[in-house]
């Protein structure tokens, strides 16, 4: 199938597939007489996999990782369990992280509210 037919089926755009390619996460494609890209359904799986790996915010390494789990019917569960639970641990100290951002900033827009005639903004005056 044409790009265009590979990325409707699997919900990724042409020039992420492109890309996809150019990073390794999919083999590079077959091509046609006239030069254009061929996919297969086992390409077209393989994407909707990496689709669904980054829709849970996984790096591109830790999917290369997945990948590599994911076609090894020999391994065990236990490493993917620890390869999500590192990716969990980090989506965790990055929440954390927005969380603390949102209090401060809570917390300044509180400050400013009483000093609408105020010239000075404490907002700004943090960002300095």
């Not at 996999?49 to 591109?60: A, K, P, T």
């Not at 641990?89 to 951002?101: C, H, N, P, R, V």
């Amino acid at each position: 199938m044409n790009i265009g037919k590979a990325a409707e089926r699997s919900g990724v755009s042409a020039k992420m597939i492109r890309y996809y390619e150019s990073v390794d996460l999919l083999p590079a494609a077959g091509r046609t007489e006239n030069g254009y890209r061929s996919y297969t359904q086992e390409d077209v799986a393989r994407l909707s996999f990496v689709r669904r790996s980054r829709d849970l915010g996984f790096s591109i390494d830790r999917i290369r990782g997945l990948l590599g789990l994911w076609g090894d019917k020999n391994r065990s569960n236990g490493e993917v369990r620890v390869l999500a639970g590192e990716h969990v641990s980090e989506l965790e100290d990055q929440a954390a992280k927005l969380q603390a951002m949102i209090q401060i900033l809570r917390h300044l827009m509180r400050s400013c509210e009483n000093s609408k005639a105020r010239a000075s903004c404490p907002i700004l005056e943090r960002l300095e």
